[in-house]
């Protein structure tokens, strides 16, 4: 964490405790409860906010259709238990279902906004309608996993702007590191990490393993950066691009 973010952390957690004392007070009126308690739910909703924005976001936005061995489901729907299909044809239990609420207003956009990964960016029929995940979900092209941050070209790969100022992204967590099929395209199920508290519902997980969970990441090379993206892809995807009726971005 950045000396930046250590002294957000501090700021935010003197907020907290100074809102703390605020609410005992006022719960000891009742004739100030009512009016003032409801500010400052939502003083404590925007330092929620506040607290996403520190963490990395490995997830897909709603709508996000995922393969199952019984047809696509849109990742909003998917529960503990709902079998999913891997890239090697097999199907996989989900373990959990992360959810995450961001907020544009106070959010990073190049860490908050969506990639858009319109159909047929990567390959043909791949993905087979736009996917749109975090910057930081990474996603297999060519043999390496690429967060989608890292692919954005302007034209066929863009960052997403068109978005409402508070909305929920949705993680897929297996029992261990996959490539699941979303839009028909191999993305990475989630790791576990401590950017789980974050969640809104990371209490529920807490709860189903008390002792944690230890995922241990697949055995791809990764780039999380555009420079790190190997040429030869970057050529390819500006081809696709061309194909797909958008005009190319530079590749160099």
């Not at 995940?133 to 954005?152: N, R, S, Y």
Request: hydrophobic share 45%; with cysteine.
């Amino acid at each position: 964490m950045s000396g930046t973010e250590s002294e957000l952390v501090a700021a935010i957690e003197d907020l907290t405790a100074a809102i703390a004392a605020e609410i005992t007070i006022i719960e000891e009126v009742p004739s100030l409860a009512s009016t003032l308690l409801p500010l400052i739910e939502t003083e404590l909703g925007t330092i929620s906010a506040l607290e996403v924005q520190l963490n990395d976001l490995i997830c897909f936005m709603a709508g996000t259709m995922i393969a199952t061995p019984d047809g696509e489901k849109a990742v909003e729907t998917v529960q503990r238990g709902d079998l999913v299909m891997t890239t090697d044809g097999v199907s996989k239990p989900v373990s959990w279902l992360g959810r995450q609420t961001v907020s544009t207003k106070f959010g990073d956009p190049l860490r908050v906004l969506p990639i858009r990964i319109k159909a047929g960016a990567i390959a043909e029929n791949v993905p087979s309608r736009d996917l749109l995940v975090t910057p930081d979900h990474a996603i297999l092209v060519e043999g390496a996993l690429i967060h989608a941050g890292a692919l954005v070209n302007g034209t066929s790969i863009v960052r997403e702007k068109a978005v409402p100022e508070v909305f929920t992204y949705y993680h897929v967590e297996l029992d261990d590191h996959s490539l699941i099929l979303a839009e028909n395209t191999p993305a990475e199920t989630f790791v576990d990490n401590v950017d789980r508290l974050a969640f809104d519902n990371w209490a529920e997980h807490v709860a189903l393993y008390p002792n944690g969970k230890e995922i241990v990441e697949m055995d791809y090379p990764r780039a999380k950066a555009a420079r790190q993206v190997p040429v030869d892809i970057r050529v390819k995807l500006a081809g696709r691009a061309a194909e797909i009726g958008e005009v190319a971005a530079a590749v160099a």
